[in-house]
């Protein structure tokens, strides 16, 4: 019943045109450091809508709706960087050693297709080559239990190059090197009952949704109370993405990040996830009121959860000395920082519940 309040209450939303940012999003490889090309899709689609903005020094983008209350702003943070890893060693059989950017599993990428992106110094573009993630050890035919046993740490994790190569001079050749940007494949699927399976719906779901919110608040011709920041940040995943650039006049400081649905977790696929506390601490008590309010006056479907092992850009920004009010909503991601999942439902929840904070007085 609930659901059914929730699926008409958001029918002014055009679903096809989140999923079309959403989709775009994730086909694009973005691992921090790595981040460019993604950014230019995203200034392109500010372009589109005609939103100012401007680019930081570290390459995050931060678009600006002037509001009838320009000295106390508002600003809405998502990170478009996911986890991946570099090259750290190319071996002698001409495999590449890798060491992470971010943290996961080493059995969460094993297995997996991935991109290797070579940096060109005179020019944008490096070339791109496809290889996959694979255990030290990966067939039990020839290794047997020590295959199954070993443990799944990065020295024991390498990269077969879909490539006819067996040494490192080879592979030298090809113009791959140490520092070299390796792309996680999202595999992508949006299935017919509405879940979403990908990497990195951690966080580009979330940017997916402050997109379509630029583009709404824009269509609607109401003018905004507060002057409010979008923050597209691009190293979230390596602690520092809001650390610094936050507009001045921000008194409120939301980022918009995954909720973790899960073992002994409050949070849901289907609601928008609003964190209590995680391990920065408890977030502004006074702003988790007022989300939450909104949530029940709206019959917005929410689930307040703490997270022991997560920190936001919100963390950051508030360790990095900024006098702020911090909230972290988001849509639940089962499986974070592996192959993930979310429900439209969860999109649509945390999408209504920005919309109607944007426009609250
Ligand atoms: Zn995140």
């Known amino acids: 019943m609930l659901i059914s309040i929730l699926r008409s209450d958001n ?20 691992p921090s450091g790595f981040t460019e090309k993604i950014m230019d899709y995203i200034k392109k689609e500010l372009g589109i809508l005609n939103v100012p903005y401007i680019v930081t020094n570290k390459g995050a983008v931060i678009a600006t709706l002037k509001g ?78 020590d295959a199954r046993e070993l443990k799944r740490i990065p020295e024991n994790m390498e990269i077969i190059l879909d490539e006819k190569i067996s040494t490192k001079k080879e592979v030298e050749d090809l113009g791959l090197s140490v520092g070299d940007f390796i792309c996680f494949d999202a595999r992508t699927i949006f299935t017919e009952k509405g879940f979403v399976k990908s990497r990195h719906l951690d966080d580009k779901a979330s940017v997916a949704i402050l997109l379509y919110t630029i583009k709404y608040i824009l269509e609607s011709g109401i003018k905004l109370p507060y002057t409010t920041n979008i923050f597209i940040s691009n190293y979230e995943e390596v602690g520092h993405g809001a650390s610094a650039s936050i507009p001045e006049k921000t008194k409120e400081f939301v980022s918009v990040d995954m909720g973790c649905p899960g073992l002994d ?17 408890p977030y502004d008590l006074e702003l988790r009121k007022r989300l939450t ?69």
């Open 68 to 145: 009838e209350n320009n000295d106390y702003q508002r600003t809405l943070t998502a990170h478009v960087d996911t986890l991946g890893a570099m090259v750290k060693k190319i071996n002698p059989s001409g495999s590449l050693s890798l060491d992470p950017i971010g943290g996961y599993m080493m059995n969460s990428i094993e297995g997996e297709n991935c991109t290797i992106e070579t940096i060109d110094c005179n020019s944008i573009k490096g070339k791109s080559f496809t290889g996959t993630i694979q255990s030290i050890k990966p067939s039990v035919h020839i290794s047997g239990d």
């Open 11 to 30: 029918l002014n939303y055009n679903e096809d045109k989140i999923k079309y940012y959403l989709n775009n999003i994730l086909s694009i490889p973005s």
């Open 265 to 281: 977790q409050n949070s849901s696929e289907y609601s928008v996830c609003i964190c209590a506390k995680d391990s920065s601490g």
């Open 293 to 361: 309010q909104i949530c029940k006056k709206e019959k917005i479907d929410y689930k307040i959860d703490v997270y022991p092992h997560y920190g936001s850009d919100a963390s950051a920004a508030l360790r990095a000395g900024w006098d702020i009010k911090a909230a972290l909503i988001g849509a639940g991601i089962f499986a974070s920082h592996g192959y993930e999942r979310t429900h439209m439902d969860s999109i649509l929840n945390t999408l209504n519940l920005i919309i109607k904070y944007c426009f609250q007085k």
